[in-house]
């Protein structure tokens, strides 16, 4: 299943790092495709709705929280890549987790039950 997250999450990274497109799908991976917007903000928190993460990218400055809450009524995994943070804990419908991050970079993360649900954090 991790094979199959990679090249979204190489794709989703190659779209912050150029800054971001027009008009792109994103996430989707609640059995069968989400329509959701790409997006991009300055955010401390992120939504799992609709089966994607909105937005897409969370651009925090060094040192600040970012806060994902679950809305779906299907649980989620807020999961970074390779383990760079998160867990694999099942969130539910109305539950949220909070990370912290210091130091200056791209992580990605992704939904381990939902592979097609990706965004990243931009320190």
């Given amino acids: 299943m991790f094979c199959r997250v990679i090249p979204m999450i190489a ?5 912050v790092a ?4 027009g008009e792109i799908s ?7 495709q989400a329509e959701v917007q790409f997006s991009d903000a ?8 609709k089966c994607a993460f909105s937005p897409t990218v969370a651009r925090v400055a ?13 649980p989620h995994t807020f ?3 390779a ?19 210091d130091k200056p970079g791209v992580f990605p993360y992704f939904c381990q039950l ?4 990706v965004g990243a954090v931009v320190v």
């Fill in 83 to 101: 383990r760079s943070f998160g867990d694999l804990k099942e969130y539910q419908e109305g539950e949220s987790v909070t990370y912290r991050f």
């Fill in 18 to 21: 150029v800054g971001g497109p």
């Fill in 26 to 32: 994103a996430g989707g991976g609640c059995h069968q």
């Fill in 114 to 117: 939902h592979p097609g649900m």
């Fill in 62 to 74: 060094s040192g600040h929280e970012v806060t994902w809450l679950n809305q779906d009524p299907v």
């Fill in 79 to 81: 999961t970074g890549v």
């Fill in 42 to 49: 300055a955010a401390t928190s992120v939504a799992a709705t």
């Fill in 11 to 15: 794709a989703l990274v190659a779209i």
